[in-house]
């Protein structure tokens, strides 16, 4: 769909670059669901990038990402009244409206004052009001409990009594944070700095970002700051000059010498009230540390089972994301059963929990933290699919016949996969279940049984959608246990692959991963391990530390069962990898990891379809970049040559070896004749 996509871009912007298209349509299209949805708004033609008021938000996103890459024909939508481009979440017949001109289209008549106005409440009876009728209802006027005038009852002390909007909740007089005057203030949250009103509405240039128009949250000594860098500030550390320790630089010291608040003779400022330390006050005066502590106190108790767990999310070094980590509500509530004995934990219990993103983080977060032994997510989520199958069909005999193909034959392949290269293909294990619970329902729909079928009915079968294919294992595994009779579906090779990508566009794309140092380390090598050494992105997904080996000279790769060295500057970028690779797992990571490519849950390895659409980003399609490099590669080596050196069995690398129009079979005979 993404190659259908940006077919229709290229014909509203023919001028801008394919490269640029591809990837303004990757970043949009994120996820399946978007690509749908931006697929169905242009499948009836360009007409939703050129302006109006009728495409959906997603082309929107699109737009943007065109335009800010050079584009000048596509438009943004507008709103079908006042055409503005701006805040168009609203729909008034169909049409894109801001919230303005909706609110205009659908006015009704008040019930009260008889004008056509935007509905701002209705009554009792459903009749609608205005925002004038609304705002002067007598009902709301009571004559305030302090100044005795007749207002608008804006707040109400604590025996009900109404105060009016002066004089209800008077703010202290303080010294104001932000101009120092001693003015009536409030502050934002419990430990936040007093402002007074001025102050707070207050915007200026922040002296540290140099951003325009802020809202000054703090005015230090170089000036005022804005929010964003007042929270930098108070979680900087540097060296003091005056004593020597590693402390907060007091940015309130009018002579700026680099002085702590104690040698600068300064009150101390914003000091965590459970550790001491000076740093950014997160919750009731403590710092992100402690509140992260105090939150899993009252979590988890003192409980022997998760203090694994309470250890290694204490040692990470983003409490922040381990805060609201623990403040998802089904994380805390299976916590909170494991502390109290309530739930056991075990992948089992966890299993009967559902299949959830959030429960996936949390097994490995587990795993992670020694609380729950190591196990193979993959096959085990793929048996639990296969055991809904096998429950969802409605005969007993049919279950069983499933259940046991599945266990002897597919189940037992795929481990054997796993066990031998670390790699196995569950969406083929799928096909096949699914293959063979479609084709015993075809069977039992036509009043047929498994053992009266014959190749007749087979036949018949194949006659619909090419899925059906997929059966073709069943039937095999059928007939050896003496289950089925002469029953065959021919194997069709697969189609021989096309060259879709070009050299120069293989070749710019590995010089931009080769030298752009703006570019995630990560992603350049991945990139360049694709392009170069047409890897697919299961087997780089999996790549660990120890399958890089580095001598004095050189630097070697395992990707099959040879080493392969890799060349500069690939090598170097591989050696700074394994020394500075990061896991994007914040919550309960241990803190070196196997993999070469970590992913976002603590233990687990990058996924390949998320490596994919991070490759995407930058134009680069694998299944295409792979393609091309094995054409090339095929055309010139051997089939047991290419088989060593890209990890492939075989008879795959005379498959490709044809497909590039090579034919090696005289090899030998060649070989022998030029050394006579």
């Not at 014909?11 to 394919?18: A, H, N, S």
């Not at 006015?107 to 205005?130: F, H, L, M, S, Y």
């Not at 089992?348 to 795993?367: A, I, N």
């Not at 266990?407 to 796993?418: G, H």
């Amino acid at each position: 769909m993404r190659v259908d996509i940006a077919a229709v871009v290229a014909q509203v912007e023919p001028e801008l670059d394919e490269a640029a298209i591809t990837t303004a349509v990757a970043r949009v299209t994120s996820n399946l669901r978007y690509t749908g949805w931006l697929a169905d708004a242009l499948a009836v033609g360009p007409q939703a990038m050129l302006g109006g008021s009728v495409a959906p938000p997603v082309v929107d996103r699109l737009v943007a990402e065109l335009r800010a890459a050079g584009a000048t024909t596509v438009q943004p939508a507008t709103c079908f009244a006042c055409g503005t481009t701006r805040w168009l979440d609203q729909r008034v017949d169909g049409l894109r409206a801001c919230a303005w001109c909706a609110a205009k289209a659908r006015a009704e008549i008040c019930g009260r004052c008889g004008k056509q106005a935007p509905v701002a409440t209705r009554d009792p009876n459903g009749a609608p009001v205005c925002g004038d009728c609304l705002s002067n209802n007598p009902a709301r006027f009571e004559a305030c409990a302090r100044c005795g005038r007749h207002r608008r009852v804006a707040y109400r002390n604590d025996d009900g009594t109404p105060l009016c909007g002066g004089c209800g909740r008077p703010h202290p007089i303080v010294a104001c944070s932000v101009c120092g005057e001693r003015r009536p203030a409030t502050s934002s949250g419990r430990h936040s700095p007093p402002k007074c009103s001025s102050c707070s509405r207050r915007r200026a240039r922040c002296t540290v970002c140099g951003g325009e128009d802020r809202r000054v949250a703090m005015v230090l000594a170089s000036g005022p700051v804005c929010s964003t860098c007042h929270k930098k500030v108070l979680s900087a550390k540097g060296t003091c000059s005056g004593c020597g320790q590693r402390r907060r630089i007091d940015p309130r010291d009018p002579r700026q010498l680099g002085l702590c608040s104690d040698c600068a003779g300064l009150d101390p400022w914003s000091v965590c009230l459970g550790c001491g330390l000076e740093d950014r006050i997160y919750d009731a005066g403590r710092c992100l540390s402690c509140t992260l502590e105090y939150r899993l106190t009252e979590l988890v108790g003192d409980s022997a089972i998760l203090d694994p767990l309470r250890t290694a999310l204490l040692g990470t070094d983003q409490p922040r994301a381990a805060l609201r980590w623990i403040s998802n509500p089904l994380v805390a509530e299976v916590l909170t059963g494991i502390a109290d004995g309530d739930l056991a934990p075990t992948h089992e219990v966890l299993d009967d929990l559902g299949d959830g993103s959030w429960l996936g983080h949390l097994r490995q977060v587990l795993v992670a933290a020694k609380v729950l032994p190591e196990r193979d997510e993959q096959t085990a989520r793929l048996e639990t699919w296969i055991q809904k199958q096998v429950i969802a069909m409605a005969v007993d005999e049919d279950r069983r016949v499933v259940e046991a193909f599945a266990n002897w034959w597919v189940l037992r392949r795929y481990r054997w996969r796993m066990s031998k290269n670390g790699v196995a293909s569950h969406q083929h294990a799928r096909r096949l279940v699914l293959g063979a619970v479609s084709f015993l329902g075809w069977v039992r729909e036509h009043g047929l049984t498994l053992g009266t079928c014959s190749q007749a009915h087979v036949e018949l079968w194949l006659a619909g959608p090419p899925a059906r294919r997929h059966a073709r294992d069943f039937l095999r595994w059928a007939c050896r246990r003496g289950l089925a009779h002469d029953l065959n579906i021919v194997w069709q090779p697969d189609a021989t692959p096309g060259r879709n990508g070009d050299t120069e566009w293989h070749r710019s794309l590995a010089r931009r991963f080769a030298t752009d140092e703006s570019l995630p380390l990560g992603d350049r090598v991945a990139g360049l391990l694709l392009l170069c050494y047409a890897q697919p992105l299961a087997r780089l997904s999996r790549l660990k530390t120890t399958d890089v080996t580095v001598d004095t000279a050189h630097t070697f790769i395992q990707f099959g069962r040879t080493s392969v060295e890799l060349s500069e500057p690939v090598g170097r970028l591989v050696r700074e990898l394994v020394a500075r690779r990061r896991g994007r797992a914040a919550t309960g990571a241990p803190d070196h990891t196997p993999w070469l490519f970590p992913g976002g849950r603590p233990s687990r390895p990058l996924r390949p379809d998320a490596m994919g659409l991070r490759l995407a980003r930058y134009g680069l399609d694998a299944r295409v970049a792979r393609t091309s490099l094995l054409l090339d590669l095929a055309a010139e080596l051997s089939p047991v040559v290419l088989a060593d050196l890209l990890g492939m069995q075989q008879r795959t690398a005379v498959r490709w070896v044809r497909s590039a129009s090579g034919d090696w079979s005289g090899y030998a005979a060649a070989r022998k004749t030029s050394r006579l």
